[in-house]
């Protein structure tokens, strides 16, 4: 069947100018010979209403170009259809597209839309809030907070904010159940992650693979300051710490499990894919295995 593919393009999302973009993507896919059209990406992030024009037109690539808020939205509203999903990566993180090998440079992931190779790819459920790539909860949701609410985004505003806010962090506290086990913690922060990073290549659960029916849970305890960043680079990014038994006295807790739950006993701060949510108390997470279909570098 001859390729079909929907464009949806964040008009906000990352710092780079989209009327290039969008001039790539034409040019490009027109020098390929495929099918398309494209379409901004919607503010209430239902993409619902394309369903029947998947259906009548037989569209069979949904390529978003923005960040891991923009995919979540789309793959939650259409992962029902048969459908390839592409990213062409404009946000300020894109933690899903640098898991999944797709690089930054857009002609480049554009390359990977055509050339790829479609993998099924799991997801998850935070209660009843879809999830593609990770949930924070704690130091990292209060920086997502505070990222939404500045004029100016992109990689330097980020970094401000985390800069800033690691010298103000607090420890709240959390109970924990997975693989058969409950424990209590005062922890920085927590991230539920079906890839292996928070986004811009920062590591933070190096054992996480995309496809596995797994969620890879990082704990950061309370721990001096200081020893903080450092506790993270040798435990976790070294991959040492793998079940909750033996790590439950680690200052950094890591394990692997396909569903837990979390009660956020301070309402610490939250975020799903890098956008801010709501704060829950009571939190039941569970893996979506082979979830949709994302397409993924050839080699």
């Not at 939650?76 to 062409?88: P, Y």
């Not at 006295?249 to 610490?268: C, K």
């Amino acid at each position: 069947m001859a390729r079909k593919i929907i464009y949806l393009i964040n008009p906000i999302s990352g710092t780079r100018g989209k009327t290039s973009l969008k001039e790539l993507v034409v040019a490009k896919t027109k020098e390929r010979k495929i099918a398309f059209e494209v379409l901004p990406t919607m503010i209430d992030g239902d993409y619902r209403f394309l369903k029947s024009k998947i259906r009548e037109e037989k569209i069979t690539d949904l390529v978003v170009c923005g960040g891991d808020g923009s995919v979540n939205a789309a793959v939650h509203s259409l992962a029902d259809m048969d459908l390839n999903f592409g990213i062409v990566p404009m946000g300020s993180g894109n933690g899903l597209a640098l898991a999944a090998g797709i690089p930054k440079a857009s002609a480049k992931a554009l390359d990977i839309v055509f050339d790829g190779v479609p993998r099924a790819t799991d997801a998850f459920l935070v209660n009843d809030q879809f999830a593609c790539m990770l949930c924070g909860l704690g130091f990292d949701a209060k920086v997502a907070h505070e990222f939404a609410e500045q004029p100016k985004r992109g990689l330097a505003t980020y970094t401000k904010l985390t800069t800033r806010n690691f010298f103000t962090a607090k420890a709240y506290p959390f109970e924990v159940k997975a693989n058969g086990i409950a424990f209590h913690t005062d922890a920085f922060f927590i991230s539920v992650a079906n890839s292996n990073q928070f986004g811009n290549n920062f590591t933070i659960a190096p054992q996480a693979v995309l496809s596995d029916g797994l969620l890879d849970v990082v704990i950061v305890k309370k721990v001096a300051k200081p020893l903080l960043l450092l506790t993270v680079m040798k435990q976790v990014l070294a991959g040492k710490l793998k079940n909750v038994e033996n790590s439950l006295r680690s200052p950094v807790i890591y394990f692997q499990t396909d569903h837990l739950s979390i009660v956020n006993l301070a309402e610490a701060p939250l975020h799903i894919d890098g956008e801010p949510r709501e704060s829950i108390r009571n939190l039941s997470i569970r893996v979506l295995p082979h979830f949709f279909k994302l397409i993924h570098p050839s080699s």
